[in-house]
């Protein structure tokens, strides 16, 4: 699903959204790189995201919810 064909709703809520992977690399350049290309490959197995809701308090101070573990392999 392209996410940019997502309409916004005013109900909509933030979220933070994760993926981790553990790479060797000569440094945080090209492991953020390597990275990069693990997970726009078209045959990666880079679907499983850690998606956690992003509450405010009562001052406005950004809070994470619990994390939730969505699996999006097909």
Known sequence: MDYRAE????ADAEYR???TIDI????????A??????QRAPDS???VFEVR??????KGH???GQPTTID???
Request: no cysteine.
């Open 72 to 74: 999006l392999t097909h």
């Open 33 to 38: 790189r390597r990275a990069l290309v693990i």
């Open 24 to 31: 060797e690399a000569a440094g945080p350049e090209q492991a």
């Open 45 to 47: 197995i880079a679907t």
């Open 7 to 10: 309409t916004a709703d005013a």
């Open 17 to 19: 959204v994760e993926w």
């Open 62 to 64: 950004r809070q994470l």
């Open 53 to 58: 809701r992003i509450n405010r308090d009562e």
